[in-house]
Structures are given as C-alpha cells and as structure tokens.
C-alpha cells in the first residue's frame, strides 16, 4: 500500500520578495531529500497557484508504507530540512493516507 504524505505551509514572511525567497529555500531544501532518503518514492513540492488559499506552500510525497514515512521522519536529513522549513514557516498541517 502506497502512502501519501501531504504537508503544507504558511510562511512567516509577508513581504512577497521574501515570500518568494522562503519559497525557493524550501523548494530546493525538500527536493535536495531525493536520493538521499533512499524511502522516497516520488516528491513534488508546489505553491498555491489559484491564490487567496490558506496556505503558501505544499509538499507531496509518496512512500511504500507507514514504516517507509517513519524512516523519512526520523533521518538526519530530513530532520536537517525540517528545522530549516521551521525557521520560515508560521503554521504547518499534514496527513498521511493510503492511495
């Protein structure tokens, strides 16, 4: 069974330039995970393209099963990009399903 995890984001910053610029930080950051969090079956990482949505940006991404996502959670690199996705975000929702 396939696990989606579906994470999303309010970013910190107002200004758009800065928007912008957390935008590409977390983008590049989450991407960077591929390939080195070897449980990672497909990334995509995107902003709210429609606008006046409640968050800024999301990321989707697809694991083999709950103990797949586990692993992810946990791995040093991930934690790394976490930490970093705190720095820049305000508030943050997700959910994990089976596809």
């Not at 200004?15 to 977390?26: F, G, H, L, M």
Request: net charge negative; glycine share 6%; charged share 20%.
């Amino acid at each position: 069974m396939t696990i989606r995890h579906i994470v999303s984001w309010q970013l910190a910053a107002t200004d758009p330039a800065e928007k912008a610029e957390s935008v590409r930080t977390i983008s590049t950051a989450l991407h960077s995970l591929v390939g080195v969090v070897d449980d990672i079956r497909s990334l995509h990482v995107g902003t709210d393209v429609v606008g006046g949505g409640n968050w800024d940006i999301a990321l989707v991404a697809d694991f083999d099963d709950v103990d797949a996502v586990g692993r992810y959670q946990v791995h040093p690199a991930h934690q790394e990009v976490a930490a970093l996705v705190r720095s820049l975000v305000s508030a943050r929702a997700s959910v994990d399903f089976e596809v």
